[in-house]
């Protein structure tokens, strides 16, 4: 069956520091993968979504960046942390039916 | 207008309640359409699917009405166990290449004894 990791689960980052989340699938391969944020009392933002490796499309404009170096394998980075960047950060793959499938999200905040 | 919206809440029933949710969205070409749920400070997890011709799971009825661009989740003989933020979700764009699923900001649900 099909699993996704991600972590930290929790992380406090003092603002201008650098960031990277890693996130990795299991038991599929060439998975859709995206990386969505909640602010807090807010909906998921979609931030960035990959189809395959090396392809990254970015929906919004913003202090992230998003990689993909193996096909299972998605992070998220930032150079330099602001405040605004604090929220959950959620990565998920899509099964079957265009479902999602969540991993269990990192809480960041910046300081 | 925002692609996907919903009543935040929170919506506060009794035990037992029926209670009904409501969700708009923008874009008339989408044609996948989800209910999520989650609880506080965790991920999102899949609910159900929402059919042309309206599905239902258990205590949950999900309907979906094209022609008003809106969807709804029904929630029969609510229990505590329910309480939880209920995000709609949509695919905007009709077309699973693009994968783009759209989140509503959620609504919330408490359920009392």
């Known amino acids: 069956s099909q699993t996704i990791h991600q972590w930290p689960a929790t992380l406090v980052q003092p603002v201008g520091s650098p960031l990277s989340l890693e996130c990795t699938v299991e038991g599929t391969s060439n998975p859709n993968l ?3 944020r909640q602010a807090a009392g807010r909906g998921l933002q979609l931030l960035f979504y990959s189809v395959g490796i090396g392809q990254i499309s970015s929906e919004v404009p913003q202090n992230l960046s998003a990689s993909r170096p193996q096909d299972r394998q998605f992070i998220l980075s930032s150079k330099k942390l602001l405040l605004s960047d604090s929220g959950f950060y959620l990565c998920a793959w899509r099964g079957g039916e265009e479902k999602l499938f969540f991993g269990s999200g990192t809480q960041l905040s910046v300081l | 207008r925002k692609e996907v919206e919903q009543d ?7 035990e037992g309640a029926t209670v009904a949710f409501n969700c708009t969205y923008s874009n008339s070409a989408s044609q996948s359409f989800f209910w999520y749920r989650q609880d506080c400070r965790k991920e999102p997890k899949l609910l159900m699917s929402v059919y042309s011709s309206g599905n239902e799971d258990g205590r949950f009825t999900a309907q979906l009405n094209r022609a008003s661009q809106y969807i709804s989740l029904l929630i029969r003989d609510s229990k505590l166990s329910d309480s939880a933020t209920y995000l709609c979700v949509v695919n905007m764009h009709g077309s699973s290449n693009t994968g783009k699923l759209i989140f509503g900001q959620g609504t919330t649900l408490q359920v009392k004894p």
């Open chain 1, 34 to 36: 995206y990386w969505y």
């Open chain 2, 8 to 14: 935040p809440g929170p919506f506060n029933v009794p």
